[in-house]
């Protein structure tokens, strides 16, 4: 399963649609002469520094799951977990993952996409008490309060993560698993900033500076 934002994503890519007919207009001259000052090569990096901007925000958040782990993609940092280094899965007011971290102590990640609000959380709770009283008698044992996108998407990776792990044989552990795992050693998490994230974003922007500068001096 993989999760993203779909109003991040169109309001990303009218950005960058946006940002290219600009870039275009600016040193082509589609509504005028074309301008080559300080003042357009600014303004182009900063239509660059947006872009920037749409590219960590609203394309490259996700949550993923598949049978080897869960992965989790923030603007600037990726988060990738095997099953066994995943200790907590939950859904508030925004996902977050408890594992275990490359030096073996657990840490904590928050994911960018479903952010829910506690105001919207407290709605999702009482609508959902709401429709388990009326249907109280026909499905006893039904819990949904709660069951915000959030939520739901918290409840889903914890089945998936209950589906991978091994099964047991006649009351004993899955030898053939035990084995893969103690030769593999324990199954730890990784944390890395996108190099590609830092650098859409550092260069625009200290080449503004540095052409803010240069305006300033000259």
Known sequence: MTIRSTGGRVAAYAWLVFA?????DLFVGI????DYSLTT???????????GIAYSVGLRPLIAGDEDGITIRNPLRDVRAPWAAVR?????NA??????????????????????????????EARAEKEARKSKGQAQGLDLRGR????????????????????AR???????????AEGEGP????????VLAVASLAVPLAVVVVLLIVGAVT
Do not use: H
């Open 148 to 167: 915000t996108p959030t939520a739901y998407a918290a409840q889903q990776l914890n089945e998936m993560k209950e589906r991978q792990r091994p099964k």
């Open 41 to 51: 090569v600014t303004i182009a990096f900063l239509l660059l520094l947006g872009c």
């Open 31 to 34: 509504t005028g002469d074309p």
């Open 187 to 194: 199954s730890r998490g990784t944390v890395r900033w996108s």
């Open 95 to 124: 996902l977050t993952v408890v594992f275990a971290g490359p030096d073996g102590t657990d840490l904590e990640t928050r994911a960018w996409v479903l952010q829910t609000s506690p105001r919207a959380q407290a709605k999702a």
């Open 20 to 24: 290219a007919l600009n870039l275009v």
């Open 170 to 180: 006649s009351g004993a552990p899955d030898k053939a698993a035990k084995a893969k």
């Open 88 to 92: 907590r899965i939950e859904g508030k």
